[in-house]
């Protein structure tokens, strides 16, 4: 069936670059997301890219798609305290009006 | 100002009684879903709808019940069959179910207690 993985937690250094990672199994994928999750709130969409693209930006954030390997990253540029939360992966797929969605990457900042 | 609200925010229930969370949005969207959350996991659908008057059942569906009477609302009824409630609960709203685009708007969630 369809799966969606990231790795739990990721720490980086305040000012540093944070490439969040994740990995889908469905190759009929439509739109892939990324949503963030500050604690005891709801989901916000941060950027989605459609599943013809290689590359999106859009001011700090840089996604990359490589179809072949079914590889998604979401790179945060300038890593800042206020980035501190969890990001969620989620693919749209052809065959249901659902989202698939990983389990999450905690980002955690250090000074 | 558009968006989702979801109320209450949190909520403490005694077992054996059923409650119901609330979910509303003025965004003029047709389909609507809802999610548990436990922490180190991901969303697990319960229920969604795509239009009014119809919805059907997620992965986790057993213990729960939903309405949609009306397009701006899809209240959550979680019963005394529902084993381990206590959970973190997300509404979410998407324009359309064309399974096309389909983003998904949040709300801010409800937090469910069991005493």
């Known amino acids: 069936g369809e799966d969606v993985e990231q790795s739990l937690f990721l720490s980086v250094r305040e000012g540093d670059s944070s490439v969040i990672n994740c990995t889908y199994t469905?190759?009929?994928?439509?739109?892939l997301y990324w949503y963030k999750q500050e604690p005891g709130a709801g989901l916000q969409l941060l950027t989605y890219?459609?599943?013809n693209m290689d590359m999106k930006q859009d001011q700090r954030l840089t996604v990359l798609l490589n179809k072949k390997d079914k590889h998604l990253s979401l790179r945060i540029a300038d890593t800042q305290t206020g980035d501190s939360a969890i990001y969620f992966c989620?693919?749209?797929?052809?065959?249901?009006?659902?989202?698939?969605w990983g389990a999450g990457t905690k980002l955690i900042i250090k000074p | 100002d558009g968006g989702i609200t979801q109320s209450p925010k949190y909520l403490f229930r005694k077992e054996g009684q059923n409650v119901t969370l609330s979910c509303e949005q003025n965004?003029?969207?047709?389909?609507m879903y809802w999610y548990r959350q436990d922490p180190g996991q991901g969303l697990r659908l319960i229920y969604y709808?795509?239009?009014?008057?119809?919805?059907q059942k997620g992965d986790i569906a057993e213990g729960y019940s939903v309405s949609r009477e009306k397009k701006e609302s899809f209240p959550l009824t979680v019963t005394s069959a529902q084993k381990n409630p206590t959970a973190f609960y997300l509404c979410?709203?998407?324009?359309?179910?064309?399974?096309?685009?389909?983003?998904?708007?949040f709300g801010p969630g409800t937090r469910l207690t069991v005493l």
């Open positions: 890219i459609f599943s």
């Open positions: 965004l003029n969207h047709d389909a």
């Open positions: 709808s795509q239009i009014v008057n119809d919805f």
């Open positions: 469905d190759s009929s994928s439509t739109y």
């Open positions: 989620a693919e749209s797929i052809r065959s249901n009006y659902q989202l698939i």
């Open positions: 979410a709203s998407s324009p359309s179910a064309s399974g096309r685009g389909d983003t998904q708007y």
